[in-house]
């Protein structure tokens, strides 16, 4: 068994370490009181977990973990398998990424222009979006944290702003549930309230998700989903990360 502390040495480093061991593994990392788990087979991450949470999510949560400590172990075999890509090259390419490239986060120095022009786009798109939707209601891009990227409300209707943490975990209990029965990928989260659709889509390969609210008396669910669809392969493609966006056309395709 061996243990580390992410001050000496980073996450991906390890994972890198681990893969090209080849080996069954498992990786702990603890952050403060958050303590994920990464198991390994053949050179790849095949699952992870992190509290109640599993799969590629738990990927884009940890790789801002800059602090913390981790205990290796070899030979302990996956229990489940829920990340059917490569996450460790996933994982990579990232923290490559927030490295080298613009991301849509809080900046000290206030937001780059590339970072202006991502919301900028993001923001027509949405305002896009209720143009084709009778009865639109809201739209969002909220992040894996909950936090809104971006937003449009019809006129004295502004609770969009206030929901995208609740939308996340509703988003990630559901993959849980999922991932336990097995029953593959998530394409749409749907809630449907007396008067309102409210349709979520993950953006694929990023860490953020659509969300969309019309009055289920003025749209039909089929016609929804449809530009749904659309706007997802919208808002990818303004998306930074430019390496990524053959992947994100596949995913949607």
Same mark, same amino acid.
């Given at each position: 068994?061996?243990?580390?502390?992410?001050?000496?040495?980073?996450?991906?480093?390890?994972?890198d370490?681990?893969?090209?061991?080849?080996?069954?593994?498992?990786?702990?990392?603890?952050?403060?009181?958050?303590?994920?788990?990464?198991?390994?087979? &053949?050179?790849?991450?095949?699952?992870?977990?992190?509290?109640?949470i599993?799969?590629?999510?738990?990927?884009?949560?940890?790789?801002?973990?800059?602090?913390?400590?981790?205990?290796?172990?070899?030979?302990?075999?996956?229990?489940?398998?829920?990340?059917?890509?490569?996450?460790?090259?996933?994982?990579?390419?990232? &923290?490559?990424?927030?490295?080298?490239?613009?991301?849509?986060? #809080?900046?000290?120095?206030?937001?780059?222009?590339?970072?202006?022009?991502?919301?900028? &786009?993001?923001?027509?798109?949405?305002?896009?979006?209720? &143009?084709?939707?009778?009865?639109?209601?809201? #739209? #969002?891009?909220?992040?894996?944290?909950?936090?809104?990227?971006a937003?449009?409300?019809?006129?004295?209707?502004?609770?969009?702003?206030?929901?995208?943490?609740?939308?996340?975990?509703?988003?990630?209990?559901?993959?849980?549930?999922?991932?336990?029965?097995?029953?593959?990928?998530?394409?749409?989260?749907?809630?449907?309230?007396?008067?309102?659709?409210?349709?979520?889509?993950?953006?694929?390969?990023?860490?953020?998700?659509l969300?969309?609210?019309?009055?289920?008396?003025?749209?039909?669910?089929?016609?929804?989903?449809?530009?749904?669809?659309?706007?997802?392969r919208?808002? #990818?493609?303004?998306?930074?990360?430019?390496?990524?966006?053959?992947?994100?056309?596949?995913?949607?395709?």
């Amino acid at each position: 068994m061996y243990q580390g502390n992410l001050c000496n040495v980073t996450i991906i480093d390890v994972i890198d370490y681990i893969c090209r061991k080849q080996q069954p593994a498992r990786l702990i990392i603890e952050h403060g009181a958050r303590q994920a788990h990464l198991f390994f087979n &053949s050179g790849k991450i095949v699952h992870a977990t992190l509290g109640d949470i599993q799969g590629m999510v738990v990927i884009y949560a940890i790789q801002r973990w800059k602090q913390g400590k981790f205990t290796l172990a070899f030979n302990v075999e996956p229990p489940a398998r829920t990340i059917n890509q490569d996450g460790a090259s996933l994982f990579a390419k990232i &923290s490559a990424s927030q490295a080298t490239g613009p991301v849509i986060n #809080a900046n000290v120095n206030g937001p780059t222009k590339e970072e202006t022009m991502v919301h900028k &786009s993001l923001k027509e798109i949405l305002v896009g979006l209720q &143009s084709e939707l009778p009865g639109f209601i809201a #739209a #969002a891009v909220v992040d894996n944290d909950g936090v809104n990227i971006a937003y449009h409300a019809r006129p004295g209707w502004t609770s969009v702003e206030k929901i995208g943490a609740q939308l996340v975990l509703f988003i990630k209990l559901v993959e849980t549930s999922v991932a336990k029965l097995g029953a593959g990928m998530v394409e749409d989260n749907l809630i449907t309230t007396e008067d309102v659709y409210l349709l979520i889509w993950s953006v694929p390969e990023t860490p953020y998700f659509l969300g969309i609210a019309v009055d289920r008396h003025e749209t039909l669910l089929g016609h929804l989903r449809l530009i749904g669809r659309v706007y997802v392969r919208r808002v #990818a493609d303004v998306m930074p990360r430019p390496e990524m966006r053959k992947e994100l056309y596949e995913q949607i395709a």
